[in-house]
């Protein structure tokens, strides 16, 4: 029995490592020469969905025979105001070029699909500027911070889709128009090369915030958190309390092989950090968010 909880112990010590800060490496510097940062102004925007809003949403998505059920939308409301200090955040999703050559600096593991199949051995799902998918939130975290920076919170990646208007998509609020605003719907059945869909950019220029992959977040997920935030302004906002390994993260933004009423930007999904699929990929932030003790 000791030896089992040493050894968990351990385990979760290992994953964990990531949070630890270290100056950037030489080669850690050059894959931050390839990425390119869109500045985000300090200031309040409106996070979240009005009641009204969140039931019309739901009952669009039942029209649509969609599965998601209703707490889903319920986890949106209130809308609330939020301040949040500049930052930047990455125009593209983080590509297998760049992943690959932080694994090899670091002997991460290769990123791996649901039931731990090789996704680099996948030609749809390996190319150079494709999102990186088959990562886990502690190895996207540990990139995140090899370079410097961090996942962005829920609430600096809601702020860059919706602007501070609160947009339904990051390119307004007409509805996603395949083959023009967003990869969704299996309708090219893959993640697409990153930047490909120049109609999808929010105002600020971040590319492909709906549809292509999901995108993890820093914050652990809360259906209640909304609620816990709306009596006044909340200042960076970041929903970290627990760091356990096996409480779910946020994902954001919708996939490739999803319908349109995943691809709001204030719909809030989960996904568990230890997990990892073909599906899910990330972007990051700079300067990191500061993380309570």
């Given amino acids: 029995?000791?030896?089992?909880?040493?050894?968990?112990?351990?385990?979760?010590?290992?994953?964990?490592?990531?949070?630890?800060?270290?100056?950037?490496?030489?080669?850690?510097?050059?894959?931050?020469?390839?990425?390119?940062?869109?500045?985000?102004?300090?200031?309040?925007?409106?996070?979240?969905?009005?009641?009204?809003?969140?039931?019309?949403?739901?009952?669009?998505?039942?029209?649509?025979?969609?599965?998601?059920?209703?707490?889903?939308?319920?986890?949106?409301?209130?809308?609330?105001?939020?301040?949040?200090?500049?930052y930047e955040i990455s125009r593209y999703e983080i590509t297998n070029a760049q992943y690959r050559t932080f694994v090899k600096a670091t002997d991460r593991p290769t990123p791996r699909g649901h039931n731990s199949e090789e996704i680099w051995a996948d030609e749809t799902l390996n190319g150079d500027a494709q999102p990186v998918v088959g990562v886990t939130w502690f190895d996207a975290q540990a990139f995140a911070e090899w370079i410097g920076g961090s996942l962005p919170t829920e609430a600096q990646w809601e702020r860059a889709a919706r602007g501070a208007e609160a947009r339904i998509y990051p390119w307004g609020d007409t509805s996603p128009k395949a083959r023009q605003h967003a990869n969704f719907a299996r309708r090219y059945n893959r993640p697409m090369p990153v930047?490909?869909?120049?109609?999808?950019?929010?105002?600020?220029?971040?590319?492909?915030?709906?549809?292509?992959?999901?995108?993890?977040?820093?914050?652990?997920?809360?259906?209640?958190?909304?609620?816990?935030?709306?009596?006044?302004?909340?200042?960076?906002?970041?929903?970290?309390?627990?760091?356990?390994?096996?409480?779910?993260?946020?994902?954001?933004?919708?996939?490739?092989?999803?319908?349109?009423?995943?691809?709001?930007?204030?719909?809030?999904?989960?996904?568990?950090?230890?997990?990892s699929t073909h599906t899910i990929g990330f972007r990051v932030i700079r300067p990191r968010p500061e993380i309570k003790e």
């Fill in 1 to 86: 029995m000791k030896r089992d909880c040493l050894t968990t112990l351990l385990f979760i010590l290992m994953i964990c490592g990531s949070f630890t800060s270290a100056e950037v490496s030489e080669t850690a510097g050059k894959v931050l020469t390839t990425i390119e940062w869109i500045s985000i102004p300090a200031g309040t925007f409106l996070m979240g969905s009005t009641p009204e809003t969140a039931e019309a949403a739901y009952e669009d998505a039942r029209l649509r025979s969609s599965m998601l059920e209703w707490h889903t939308f319920e986890a949106e409301s209130p809308q609330h105001r939020v301040y949040l200090d500049a």
């Fill in 195 to 275: 930047g490909q869909f120049p109609k999808g950019e929010s105002p600020d220029g971040i590319a492909d915030l709906a549809g292509n992959v999901w995108e993890w977040c820093l914050d652990e997920y809360s259906p209640t958190v909304y609620q816990r935030s709306s009596r006044d302004i909340p200042q960076n906002p970041m929903n970290l309390p627990f760091r356990d390994v096996l409480r779910a993260r946020i994902i954001r933004g919708g996939a490739w092989d999803v319908g349109s009423v995943f691809l709001r930007s204030s719909l809030r999904f989960k996904f568990y950090p230890l997990d």
